[in-house]
């Protein structure tokens, strides 16, 4: 799901007051270049332009008659930098303080969408569930495929992150090894996956589900 955040502390942030130095500020203008930007952000997030704004998201937001004050103090404060985009000139919001301005890039809701796609498929859940039983792949203990919160919550696991599961990518894994995976190869403390079980534990819940 798309999203942009704001930092609790981003109303005085420095890029924020950097506009009071600009030579053509006034009462208004830290408001309205913050505006403009919140109205820029809130479009490049729920379109994933991956914090890129073009020249006619630009003119939409500020007015065609304002546009170019805008984007002017808006670089000259660190709110943007411009670019170019397929021979076009774009502009390109800060990226790099996410306690400032966070977006939610393609790339990771693309990811969700697949890691979700994956987990209602039965043509993989239901031959990992047989192969792995309800023991988690990672540290062994038996899972609850009940819960939806704890860490021994039941969930599936992608040995290549970014990529769509196969049966031989996809394991099944309690939400503590899960979480404590991050972005890694393997969960906090677990250095090697364990084999498939030779007599995999169903419980009863699960030999109902299957």
């Not at 859940?125 to 919160?149: E, Y």
Request: hydrophobic fraction near 35%; aromatic fraction near 8%; charge should be negative.
């Amino acid at each position: 799901m798309p999203w942009v955040r704001w930092g609790d502390t981003s109303a005085n942030h420095p890029i924020v007051l950097s506009v009071l130095e600009h030579e053509e500020c006034d009462d208004r203008l830290v408001n309205e270049v913050h505006g403009f930007v919140s109205r820029c952000s809130a479009q490049a997030g729920a379109h994933t332009t991956d914090y890129v704004v073009t020249r006619g998201t630009a003119v939409l937001m500020a007015g065609p008659s304002r546009v170019d004050v805008m984007i002017a103090v808006a670089i000259f404060a660190g709110y943007m930098s411009e670019i170019e985009v397929d021979g076009r000139t774009a502009y390109k919001l800060v990226d790099d303080d996410h306690d400032f301005l966070h977006l939610r890039l393609k790339e990771e809701i693309d990811w969700e969408k697949q890691r979700k796609s994956d987990n209602s498929n039965p043509a993989l859940i239901v031959p990992v569930r047989l192969r792995d039983g309800d023991a988690c792949r990672w540290c062994g203990n038996v899972v609850d495929w009940s819960a939806k919160t704890g860490g021994r919550a039941g969930t599936y696991d992608h040995l290549v992150p970014g990529q769509a599961a196969t049966i031989d990518t996809y394991v099944v894994c309690c939400r503590s090894c899960n979480a404590s995976k991050g972005k890694g190869a393997h969960p906090e403390k677990r250095h090697a996956l364990l084999g498939a079980p030779v007599q995999p534990y169903l419980s009863p819940h699960s030999l109902r589900w299957l």
